[in-house]
């Protein structure tokens, strides 16, 4: 079982920024896959950005050249650095690993809004 514990949410203005945080249990980390998904009321659930074990990261067009995810292995902590956010991009964020199957966090709101 993997637990994801996230912060870092909150209330921001147009154009400003956020860093959310995702906390990991289990002694596997560096072989999970892991990503930050977002869910905006009345529309499904949307993959945000993904870091693979290897490093190697993916990113929804609405967010690349704004979002960067980053993991550090040795605090077992995935990272999500938000920029130049939009209206757009207010939702609930959840944190999530692969290993064998899905895993996920509770969800922190993010709310961008003057």
């Known amino acids: 079982q993997v637990q994801l514990v996230e912060s870092g949410g909150g209330l921001v203005q147009p154009g400003g920024s956020l860093k959310l945080s995702c906390a990991a249990s289990?002694?596997?980390?560096?072989?999970?896959?892991m990503g930050w998904y977002r869910q905006a009321p009345g529309k499904q659930r949307e993959l945000v950005a993904q870091?693979?074990?290897?490093?190697?990261?993916n990113y929804a067009d609405s967010v690349k050249g704004r979002f960067t995810i980053s993991r550090d292995n040795a605090k077992n902590t995935v990272y999500l650095q938000m920029n130049s956010l939009e209206p757009e991009d207010t939702a609930v964020y959840y944190c999530?690993?692969?290993?064998?199957?899905?895993?996920w966090g509770q969800g922190t709101q993010v709310t961008v809004s003057s």
């Open positions: 999530n690993a692969v290993f064998m199957r899905h895993f």
């Open positions: 289990g002694s596997i980390f560096t072989l999970y896959t």
């Open positions: 870091i693979t074990s290897g490093g190697a990261t």
